[in-house]
């Protein structure tokens, strides 16, 4: 776990990057980081990095998109099954 919550400090400032291409990686990285556990997910959010991604959803580029709506699917889901 501790390896993932230390790259997600270094990923969360890169979601604000305007290159698609870096945007891309980033939340793909970030999603598949969130989607392990809870404890991942929360480590996710504690980085604030959901109004960055929420902004995202609405970049130009198609796949920033997808990836970003990717990071929000898994942490809304581990969030939810937690807590059911």
């Known amino acids: 776990m501790c ?3 230390g790259a997600v400090a270094y990923l969360a400032p890169l979601v604000l990057n305007q290159d698609p291409k870096l945007k891309r990686q980033v939340c793909c990285a970030l999603a598949q980081i969130a989607k392990h556990s809870v404890d991942m997910a929360e480590v996710v959010v504690e980085a604030e990095v959901f109004p960055k991604i ?21 942490v809304s889901y581990l969030t939810l099954s937690s807590v059911v």
């Not at 929420?54 to 990717?70: G, N, S, Y």
């Open 3 to 5: 390896e993932h919550a």
């Open 54 to 74: 929420l902004t995202c959803l609405k970049f130009p580029d198609e796949l920033v998109r997808k990836h970003a709506a990717t990071v929000v699917r898994e």
